[in-house]
């Protein structure tokens, strides 16, 4: 399992130019304003920032559309309901289903929100190496053992699904057929999760012991002088950049309380 988010770190675009500390700020002022959108009349508009932004950072359309498969499934599987059920608007009946206008609506907000919030942050996370995400969450004051964590976790992820697919190569070998379901097939993948656990649990294991070995959490005595480090000044592009994201993100926070005040 090759999580590859930072694949495309390499390119020259706007947003790759961008410090990542000043772009997580930016665009999670962003992301953080679509999750606010209620009036259908905005979605054009966060569809169209999210394009614009998506093609400054120059990320090939099939590294958009590969991340997106998997998550699209589970919203569609959430909201295919929604407008059978919610609303009392009907737009269209066969005997006992209904369509409701109020339910389509509702799953078309979720729909576009859960779509463009995950783009801007396949953009974020996508045009920056993983250690310059996690340099950046450091500058914002995120606090050390978190991004320990979230770094050791993007690591050995791959090692675990890895290990997974060894597993399950192991399990077909052996007569497991993945087409059947029974009451049989269903104890062994549950084995098979149990023991994927177990076996994550002592390898993480393993791993802190080794760092622990090698000094991980031992803080330095201070000295009476302390060097203070230089601090890099950010630049114009930067400020300019991280301005207009958060200043788009105040329109459209602006935008969506007049017109719920409004109506």
């Given at each position: 399992?090759?999580?590859?988010?930072?694949?495309?770190?390499?390119?020259?675009?706007?947003?790759?130019?961008?410090?990542?500390?000043?772009?997580?700020?930016?665009?999670?002022?962003?992301?953080?304003?679509?999750?606010?959108?209620?009036?259908?009349?905005?979605?054009?508009?966060?569809?169209?920032?999210?394009?614009?932004?998506?093609?400054?950072?120059?990320?090939?359309?099939?590294?958009?559309?590969?991340?997106?498969?998997?998550?699209?499934?589970?919203?569609?599987?959430?909201?295919?309901?929604?407008?059978?059920?919610?609303?009392?608007?009907?737009?269209?009946?066969?005997?006992?289903?209904?369509?409701?206008?109020?339910?389509?609506?509702?799953?078309?907000?979720?729909?576009?929100?859960?779509?463009?919030?995950?783009?801007?942050?396949?953009?974020?996370?996508?045009?920056?190496?993983?250690?310059?995400?996690?340099?950046?969450?450091?500058?914002?004051?995120?606090?050390?053992?978190?991004?320990?964590?979230?770094?050791?976790?993007?690591?050995?992820?791959?090692?675990?699904?890895?290990?997974?697919?060894?597993?399950?190569?192991?399990m077909k070998l052996r007569g497991f057929d993945t087409?059947?379901?029974?009451?049989?097939?269903?104890?062994?993948?549950?084995?098979?999760?149990?023991?994927?656990?177990?076996?994550?649990?002592?390898?993480?294991?393993?791993?802190?012991?080794?760092?622990?070995?090698?000094?991980?959490?031992?803080?330095?005595?201070?000295?009476?002088?302390?060097?203070?480090?230089?601090?890099?000044?950010?630049?114009?592009?930067?400020?300019?950049?991280?301005?207009?994201?958060?200043?788009?993100?105040?329109?459209?926070?602006?935008?969506?309380?007049?017109?719920?005040?409004?109506?």
């Amino acid at each position: 399992m090759k999580l590859a988010i930072d694949r495309y770190a390499h390119l020259k675009s706007p947003i790759h130019r961008w410090s990542q500390k000043y772009k997580i700020v930016g665009l999670l002022g962003l992301i953080f304003a679509f999750s606010f959108i209620r009036s259908l009349v905005l979605l054009p508009i966060i569809i169209g920032i999210t394009v614009i932004i998506f093609c400054l950072s120059r990320l090939p359309l099939s590294y958009l559309i590969s991340r997106l498969r998997y998550p699209g499934y589970f919203i569609l599987a959430v909201v295919f309901l929604l407008p059978f059920v919610a609303g009392e608007t009907i737009i269209w009946q066969w005997g006992w289903l209904s369509l409701r206008l109020e339910g389509c609506q509702e799953t078309l907000l979720i729909v576009v929100r859960f779509f463009c919030i995950l783009t801007i942050s396949l953009v974020l996370f996508g045009t920056a190496t993983i250690l310059n995400s996690i340099k950046g969450l450091r500058g914002l004051g995120l606090p050390q053992v978190i991004l320990d964590m979230t770094l050791l976790t993007y690591r050995y992820l791959e090692e675990l699904g890895e290990m997974l697919k060894t597993m399950q190569r192991a399990m077909k070998l052996r007569g497991f057929d993945t087409r059947l379901f029974n009451c049989r097939q269903l104890e062994i993948l549950t084995h098979l999760v149990g023991s994927l656990i177990v076996r994550s649990y002592e390898r993480s294991t393993r791993i802190y012991q080794a760092m622990i070995l090698r000094g991980y959490g031992y803080k330095i005595p201070r000295q009476n002088s302390i060097q203070k480090q230089p601090k890099n000044p950010p630049k114009s592009y930067d400020i300019w950049a991280t301005g207009l994201a958060l200043s788009t993100a105040i329109i459209l926070l602006t935008w969506e309380i007049l017109l719920s005040v409004s109506s």
